[in-house]
């Protein structure tokens, strides 16, 4: 797997994301980047390919992951302003237990939305209900601090809990 990441500089999230896209393919393959089709269910994919990829943006950056396996990104800046009533919604009860103990809240909750996000960019199956019949960690390895970020990254073949 290969992950990228640029500034937006005046670029729509979806413009950076693609540009970020098309430079991690080139620099794989050699080749420009293939016709995109979108799936049943909105998943973003090769037709012709053997490659898979996840992009995400947030207000001031774009992730891209690129792999031979399925796979999902996504990122939420630190300091994006979150509603932490949606914890009672979006955890399960042992995802809201780890929740309630820690000691930053803000932290804790962008964790476990990117965990989520992540796994329905990954299943492509996106987040049509409330996201509350997972059983993530807050110490997941998948969860990486990038650019101000937090940003996770599943791949085809994770241990995920669904």
Known sequence: MIL???ELEGKTGHEAGR????????EVTG???????IGKKGKPYFPDGD????????????????????????????????????????????ERAQYDAAP???RAFLTFWVLKEAQAKLTGEGLRVYPDHTNFSLED?????????LVAVMEEGDDYAV
């Open 4 to 6: 990228g990441h640029c």
């Open 19 to 26: 540009e970020l896209l098309a430079r991690l393919y080139r």
């Open 31 to 37: 080749e420009d980047l293939p016709p995109i089709a």
């Open 51 to 94: 490659w898979h990829f996840s992009i995400s943006h947030t207000k001031h950056h774009a992730f891209c992951a690129l792999s031979r396996k399925e796979v999902g990104i996504d990122a939420e800046e630190l300091d994006r302003r979150v509603h932490l009533k949606l914890a009672d919604k979006i955890f399960s009860p042992d």
């Open 104 to 106: 930053d809240k803000i």
């Open 141 to 149: 390895s998948r969860v990486t601090e990038c650019h101000g970020c």
